[in-house]
Structure formats: C-alpha cells, structure tokens
C-alpha cells in the first residue's frame, strides 16, 4: 500500500522568505501526486497536480512542486511567501489507475509572519 | 454553488447515540469518497463508491459505520453508538473517474463532537 511523509509538521516563516515543504511517497509504480491546502476554518483546496509530463507542476498562488522519480519525491516550493498563505499543506499520493483512493501525508502548518 | 455540500456542518451529540451525515457530490461526479480527519493529521480514507456501488473501505470502517449511495448521487454515511473516539471531521469527496487526470474536490466537511 502507498504511504505518505511528509517530514516537516510546523514551519514557521517570515514574510518574503522562500518556502520549500518536503513530501516523499512510498509506491512501486507510477503516481498521480497532489498538494491540497486547508486555510483556516476552510475546506480542502487542491493547490496543483502532477500526472505526466513535465515534471516542474506550477499551481495557483504562485506555489509549484517538482516531482523526482528517483527521490519519490515532490517537493512544494515558493519563492516568497506572504501572510496569507498561512495554512495546513497536505501532500497526497494516488496510483496512476485511480483504483485505489487518494493518501495523505499527515500534514504541513505553515505560519508566514509578517 | 456547485462544490461538494454536506450537512450538518457540525454535529454535537452524546456517546450512545446515532448520527448521520450527507454528502451530496458535485453533479455528474461518478465517484464518492468519505475521509476522516482529526487534528494534527491528514485525511484518512474510510470508503468510497461509483456510482451506487461502493468499491472499497478501510479498516477504519468499524461495524458502527455505513455508507450508502443508493441512486448514484447523493451518500449518506451513519455512526451506530457513536463512542468518544469517533469526534472528527467527516469529509466527503467527489470526481469523474480519476486516474485521467481529474481532480477530486472536497467538501467543507461534517464536525462530529461525542461527549
């Protein structure tokens, strides 16, 4: 069965700092892969999603993730964040199939402070 | 709005009792998941349907639990002698059939609170 680390529980960054949140899966074959955000008292929101093709996913918000085969891995970066991308960031993995359902990591709390 | 609803947003009741939530997916969405969340974790996946057939649970799913999809469209998930420990939130998820690159989108999720 796949599984999902994500290695970081709570960061915490200044306004304008670059952001880099860590995800790896576990899973033989090929994935679809995701980055949900929960903003506070908000429902889940899917921020990108890689599943073919260039491997460098640009999303909304100005977040992307790179997606490394031979890591299993798929990074969330942003360059510069502001406040209000203050959240819970959940990375989630999914067999190419789509037979099985989606698993999550456990879970990022960013908080950007000003 | 044309998202995932589900009602009742939150749901307080005592041990013992029963509760049941609704989803209703996004129109034409031929799959239905229900997940669990608690604080400090990610979604844990607790069964899913398409159309009316429901094609997988978890072994969270306890003999307490139901889910029904009866038409295809809307599903209910019922907790039979709700304990403590089922204080979560419920959420529910719709897609077309995924693996095609489509999105699952997810509701703003049912809080159950068992006192």
């Known amino acids: 069965a796949q599984s999902v680390s994500q290695h970081n529980h709570h960061v915490i960054l200044s306004e304008a700092a670059s952001l880099e949140l860590g995800c790896n899966y576990s899973y033989g074959g090929t994935v679809n892969l995701f980055w949900y955000v929960q903003y506070p008292g908000q429902h889940l929101q899917l921020l990108l999603k890689?599943?073919?093709?260039?491997?460098l996913v640009k999303g909304i918000k100005g977040f992307e993730a790179e997606f490394i085969k031979s890591k299993f891995s798929f990074n969330l970066r942003k360059p510069s964040v502001q406040w209000s991308d203050t959240a819970e960031y959940f990375c989630?993995?999914?067999?190419?199939?789509?037979?099985?359902?989606?698993?999550f990591g456990k879970g990022t709390r960013l908080s950007v402070i000003a | 709005d044309t998202g995932v609803s589900q009602n009742p947003r939150h749901k307080i009741t005592k041990r013992g009792q029963n509760v049941t939530f609704r989803c209703d997916p996004i129109s034409e969405h031929n799959r239905l998941y229900w997940y669990r969340q608690t604080l400090g974790q990610g979604p844990e996946f607790l069964t899913y349907f398409q159309n009316e057939a429901q094609l997988e649970k978890s072994r969270l799913l306890s003999d307490r639990f139901s889910a029904e999809r009866p038409k295809g469209s809307f599903s209910t998930l019922e907790i039979q002698r709700t304990e403590q420990g089922d204080s979560a939130m419920y959420l529910c998820?719709?897609?077309?059939?995924?693996?095609?690159?489509?999105?699952?989108?997810f509701g703003e999720g049912s809080w159950l609170t068992v006192v």
């Open positions: 989630a993995v999914m067999p190419y199939s789509g037979n099985t359902p989606l698993v």
């Open positions: 998820a719709s897609s077309l059939i995924p693996g095609s690159g489509n999105t699952i989108y």
């Open positions: 890689y599943f073919s093709g260039d491997p």
